[in-house]
Nanobody, 120 residues
């Protein structure tokens, strides 16, 4: 069973920066997509950014130019560098990993989330 553990959330003033990390325990295979999603109070969970095991990235329009996703495959860790934070970035940020296991079974794992609060 794979667990995703997020860290790095917190309280920051508008214009500040935070870096989120998500480490996967257990095997997630060599071909997968890891990403970050967020959910603000009263809103649906939305995609923030994803990155494939080959390094291809995808971003929500609202974070393009401000957030950068990266990963370290050897450490099974994905990062989200968030700069120029805005109050509307306030949400619980969730890590996600999708792919095929070593037995070629599909998986879709979620972390428990980390709170990011941006004050104005």
């Amino acid at each position: 069973q794979v667990q995703l553990v997020e860290s790095g959330g917190g309280l920051v003033q508008a214009g500040g920066s935070l870096r989120l990390s998500c480490a996967a325990s257990g095997s997630i295979g060599s071909r997968n997509v890891m990403g970050w999603y967020r959910q603000a109070p009263g809103k649906q969970r939305e995609l923030v950014a994803t990155i494939t095991s080959g390094g291809s990235t995808n971003y929500a329009d609202s974070v393009k130019g401000r957030f950068t996703i990266s990963r370290d495959n050897a450490k099974k860790t994905v990062y989200l560098q968030m700069n120029s934070l805005k109050p509307e970035d306030t949400a619980v940020y969730y890590c996600n990993a999708k792919g095929l296991s070593l037995t070629l079974s599909p998986y879709d794992y979620w972390g428990l989330g980390t709170q990011v609060t941006v004050s104005s």
